[in-house]
């Protein structure tokens, strides 16, 4: 695991990331229990959103979950490596699937850790089944079809080729077809029933295989978007799969920055670079040991709000490097003291709204997590403090 801290008892950590892997699985769950018929996977690219892929994915592979997907090749032999490392049975079977398609010359390395290249061109599909083909083994593969996005996945006069000439496809091993939402996270938007029937149209060409079409939010558009298999990532990680409602999904991370100074200010003075905040009055500035060098936003100067217990405390002037100041005048002396924490993604700010706060999505706070944090993970198979 990327993990720096991993060593730093928290005694002595800046900030603690708390990640609660039985969080995770309850939203497997959940998702899952909407489904009737459909079969769930897991998206755990980028290092499982932020929250460490190993770790994640194997508490997902404890509740019953099958199939990975990861973006890069790299990605799936480190995912391999720590479903492997388990030595349980069921989840070294458990698949690996490579969104970002098959890169050229690599077949080798998909073959050795049993990953599955989601094939998303023809020269993918030529080069994936000329690999089989010398190994004389069908090895399993996708297909991405591109239905709205314009990013990876075959194009519609690609489609017209391998419907012109099926022989393209023969001797392919494919597990599934796949196409990928654009705007799942906005129920009412036109293109979603456009991308659907897209999608239904070029699974009555092409039958091969499960149809895959549903993100966490596309899962919350309803059973005709379910089809064979739905692909959540971050709603399983808390973030809210229908913007603007009420989330059901459980939070999974808790990021508490420990208070290295308290300041009392008792002329009027400024705080932090390029002065963008003026004290007036006599108050006290806590200082907290995280900055934008571990994901906490620049774009929060001024705007995020923290967190003591349930009272809350806004940030104050920039956000630098490694530090963040608060106004913690409002809250009585004993209980920010030195060494207390302070919540910057708790019950009170949770993920969604720290990203609002940030002018972006659950997804960036995630995934921008650093790696200076002592990291603690919670239920699932592990016991904190284990990476
Ligand atoms: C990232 C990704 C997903 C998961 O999306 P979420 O919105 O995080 O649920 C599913 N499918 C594809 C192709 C993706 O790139």
């Given at each position: 695991?990327?993990?720096?801290?991993?060593?730093?008892?928290?005694?002595?950590?800046?900030?603690?990331?708390?990640?609660?892997?039985?969080?995770?699985?309850?939203?497997?769950?959940?998702?899952?229990?909407?489904?009737?018929?459909?079969?769930?996977?897991?998206?755990?690219?980028?290092?499982?959103?932020?929250?460490?892929?190993?770790?994640?994915?194997?508490?997902?592979?404890?509740?019953?979950?099958?199939?990975?997907?990861?973006?890069?090749?790299?990605?799936?032999?480190?995912?391999?490596?720590?479903?492997?490392?388990?030595?349980?049975?069921?989840?070294?079977?458990?698949?690996?699937?490579?969104?970002?398609?098959?890169?050229?010359?690599?077949?080798?390395?998909?073959?050795?850790s049993r990953l599955i290249p989601v094939l998303g061109s023809l020269d993918e599909i030529h080069n994936w089944k000329s690999?089989?083909?010398?190994?004389?083994?069908?090895?399993?593969?996708?297909?991405?079809?591109?239905?709205?996005?314009?990013?990876?996945?075959?194009a519609a006069n690609e489609v017209e080729k391998l419907v012109a000439e099926p022989s393209r496809l023969d001797g392919l091993?494919?597990?599934?077809?796949?196409?990928?939402?654009?705007?799942?996270?906005?129920?009412?938007?036109?293109?979603?029933?456009?991308?659907?029937?897209?999608?239904?149209?070029?699974?009555?060409?092409?039958?091969?295989?499960?149809?895959?079409?549903?993100?966490?939010?596309?899962?919350?558009?309803?059973?005709?978007?379910?089809?064979?298999?739905?692909?959540?990532?971050?709603?399983?990680?808390?973030?809210?799969?229908?913007?603007?409602?009420?989330?059901?999904?459980?939070?999974?991370?808790?990021?508490?920055?420990?208070?290295?100074?308290?300041?009392?200010?008792?002329?009027?003075?400024?705080?932090?670079?390029?002065?963008?905040?003026?004290?007036?009055s006599p108050g006290r500035i806590a200082t907290v040991m995280v900055g934008y060098a571990d994901g906490f936003l620049r774009?929060?100067?001024?705007?995020?709000?923290?967190?003591?217990?349930?009272?809350?405390?806004?940030?104050?002037?920039?956000?630098?490097?490694?530090?963040?100041?608060?106004?913690?005048?409002?809250?009585?002396?004993?209980?920010?003291?030195?060494?207390?924490?302070?919540?910057?993604?708790?019950?009170?700010?949770?993920?969604?709204?720290?990203?609002?706060?940030?002018?972006?999505?659950?997804?960036?706070?995630?995934?921008?997590?650093?790696?200076?944090?002592?990291?603690?993970?919670?239920?699932?198979?592990?016991?904190?403090?284990?990476?």
């Amino acid at each position: 695991m990327p993990t720096t801290s991993a060593n730093i008892s928290d005694a002595y950590a800046g900030a603690i990331l708390t990640i609660d892997l039985d969080a995770v699985i309850a939203n497997f769950r959940l998702l899952s229990a909407r489904l009737s018929g459909a079969s769930m996977s897991a998206v755990v690219k980028a290092d499982g959103y932020g929250l460490g892929a190993g770790p994640v994915a194997v508490a997902l592979a404890g509740a019953g979950c099958g199939v990975f997907y990861v973006a890069h090749i790299e990605e799936g032999i480190v995912l391999r490596q720590a479903l492997n490392d388990t030595g349980n049975s069921q989840f070294i079977k458990a698949e690996i699937h490579i969104l970002g398609g098959l890169m050229a010359n690599a077949e080798n390395a998909y073959d050795a850790s049993r990953l599955i290249p989601v094939l998303g061109s023809l020269d993918e599909i030529h080069n994936w089944k000329s690999y089989c083909h010398r190994l004389a083994q069908p090895l399993p593969c996708d297909i991405h079809v591109d239905t709205g996005m314009a990013r990876l996945g075959l194009a519609a006069n690609e489609v017209e080729k391998l419907v012109a000439e099926p022989s393209r496809l023969d001797g392919l091993n494919i597990l599934t077809v796949l196409s990928h939402l654009a705007c799942a996270d906005e129920p009412n938007h036109p293109m979603n029933v456009e991308q659907l029937d897209a999608f239904r149209e070029l699974r009555r060409r092409f039958p091969q295989g499960m149809a895959s079409f549903a993100n966490s939010s596309g899962i919350f558009l309803g059973p005709d978007y379910h089809f064979d298999q739905v692909r959540p990532g971050a709603a399983l990680f808390g973030v809210a799969p229908v913007p603007g409602s009420l989330n059901p999904m459980s939070q999974v991370v808790k990021l508490q920055g420990k208070i290295a100074q308290v300041r009392a200010v008792d002329t009027p003075q400024t705080v932090g670079y390029g002065a963008s905040h003026r004290v007036e009055s006599p108050g006290r500035i806590a200082t907290v040991m995280v900055g934008y060098a571990d994901g906490f936003l620049r774009s929060l100067s001024n705007k995020g709000t923290g967190y003591i217990g349930n009272i809350p405390v806004p940030v104050v002037g920039r956000v630098s490097m490694d530090l963040i100041t608060f106004d913690v005048t409002g809250v009585p002396e004993y209980l920010c003291p030195v060494g207390a924490m302070i919540d910057l993604i708790g019950p009170n700010n949770p993920v969604d709204q720290v990203a609002a706060d940030a002018g972006t999505i659950g997804y960036e706070i995630l995934t921008s997590l650093g790696h200076r944090y002592h990291r603690a993970y919670v239920g699932g198979a592990l016991r904190s403090g284990e990476t």
